[in-house]
Structures are given as structure tokens and as C-alpha cells.
């Protein structure tokens, strides 16, 4: 795919205006921090990390100063939907969450109030995943839940690397993990990699098959298998259903 030559050229201008005018994007390890502080819950950590990438200039996304900053707090919050998702909150619940905020920005008409969202977002991304954090198994299993909810995307996500991450050997992880859950952990997995595809299904234009390949399934019929084996329903069916549903919902 070619690159449009006018974006190639609007890019290196607005670098040279940016440099010109002596600005810089908060760093890569500021925005690392801030996610970090998410993911472990600190809520102090974060407002103090927020604090110092506020009080660099931001980017200029548009040319209306309440746009600009509109746009900067809708990258925010993928950034916090992003660190709670990896913290372990469902997908579905932190992509529902961003889409709370993003429609409480685009609400906003003072800089103050959309300075005051973002510390908001940060609280509300926070509580969230304090409560999905309260999992009623032992601290091994939920460590090892925690795990597989962070790295779900991982094509290599197996057995062997769950067990390294929680420091227990692997025939002694599954047997507690089954006694505790009361299912194996590659079901566990399935049944949470299907889960997810219920956003892909009903809020991306993906087809099957890329879907199938992003959860890491080797075609696009085994991912169905899975799928109707824990739906009841094919995903086509699931997704005809859902849009069936919201066409014959009364209008408010």
C-alpha cells in the first residue's frame, strides 16, 4: 500500500513546526508510567504522573482550542482503556467505559471542565478495575486470571507461560486452577478469547476470518465450532440477532 505523498509532507511539516517552536509530545516513558499507575490501581501515582505530562504544552490536534483538547482526551482515554484492559477488566466493560467518557468529552465546552474529565477518567478507570480485581478464587488462580485477561492476544499464550508468570510448575497450576474454577485452562481461555469476539462481531467491520486470526485460532471454522459450542448460536446468527434486536428496540 502506497503512503500519500501530501501526509508524508504534512508530517514532516508539522515535525519542523515543532521543532521550531521548541514542542515536544509527553514522553514514551511518561505514558508508560500513567498506565502503569492504572494497571496497579495507584490512584496517586497516576494523578502525580498526569500532573507532569499537564504541565507540558500538548499537541495541537485541531485548530479550535477546545477540539484540540477534545482530541487529546479521546487518546487518553484509549490509553486507559488500553491499561485497564490489561489490568484485567473485561474488554467489553472498559470499551463500554471509553465509550461513557468519549461521549462526556464531546459534552464539555470549557478547558477547565475538560481538564477536571481527565482526572475523572483516570478515577473511573481506576474503581473499575479495583472491582473487577475482586476474583473469588485463591491469590494463585486469580494471579494466573489476571494473567490470561492481559494477555489474551498473545498467540503464544499457553499453559507453560501462565505457569512461569505465577512461579509454579504447570501440572500443579492446572489442578488447582480446575479445582477452583471447575474448568481446564485452555477452556478457560476459549470461553474468554469468545467472549472478546462478541465486541469484534458487533463493533468492528472485521470478517471471520481475521477475527479467528486475532484470537489465534488456525481457521475460521474452528473458531465458529468454539463459538456455537459456548453461544448456542453461530457468529453470524449472534450478530443478526444483535442488529435484529436494535432495529426492533422503540426509539427514545
Do not use: W
Not at 44 to 68: C, F, H, M, W, Y
Not at 172 to 180: A, D, G, P
Not at 190 to 217: C, F, P, V, W
Amino acid at each position: 500500500m502506497q503512503i500519500n505523498n501530501r501526509n508524508i509532507k504534512l508530517f514532516f511539516e508539522n515535525r519542523a513546526n515543532n521543532n521550531l517552536n521548541l514542542y515536544y509530545h509527553p514522553s514514551f516513558a511518561l505514558e508508560q508510567q500513567l498506565m502503569d499507575s492504572i494497571i496497579r490501581c495507584d490512584q496517586n501515582g497516576a494523578k502525580e504522573v498526569l500532573d507532569q505530562i499537564n504541565s507540558l504544552d500538548r499537541a495541537t490536534l485541531a485548530s479550535d482550542p477546545i477540539r484540540s483538547l477534545k482530541n487529546s482526551l479521546i487518546c487518553s482515554c484509549t490509553l486507559f482503556t488500553r491499561a485497564a484492559i490489561h489490568g484485567g477488566v473485561m474488554p467489553e466493560d472498559a470499551f463500554n467505559l471509553s465509550d461513557v467518557m468519549i461521549r462526556q468529552i464531546e459534552k464539555k465546552e470549557t478547558i477547565r471542565d475538560l481538564t477536571d474529565l481527565e482526572y475523572e477518567m483516570v478515577t473511573c478507570f481506576i474503581e473499575t478495575l479495583k472491582a473487577t480485581e475482586k476474583l473469588e478464587y485463591n491469590p494463585l488462580v486469580n494471579k494466573a486470571i489476571t494473567y490470561i485477561y492481559r494477555e489474551i492476544s498473545n498467540n503464544k499464550l499457553s499453559l507453560e507461560k501462565i505457569a512461569e508468570f505465577t512461579g509454579v510448575h504447570p501440572g500443579y497450576l492446572s489442578k488447582i486452577f480446575k479445582e477452583s474454577v471447575g474448568m481446564i485452562i485452555p477452556e478457560f481461555i476459549n470461553r474468554k478469547k469468545i467472549e472478546d469476539s462478541k465486541y469484534l462481531l458487533l463493533h468492528t467491520k472485521s470478517q471471520l476470518s481475521e477475527i479467528a486470526q486475532m484470537l489465534g485460532y488456525c481457521n475460521q471454522s474452528y473458531y465458529t465450532l468454539l463459538f456455537k459450542k459456548y453461544v448456542g448460536m453461530t457468529p453470524r446468527q449472534y450478530k443478526d440477532s444483535f442488529l435484529t434486536k436494535a432495529q426492533n428496540s422503540p426509539k427514545k
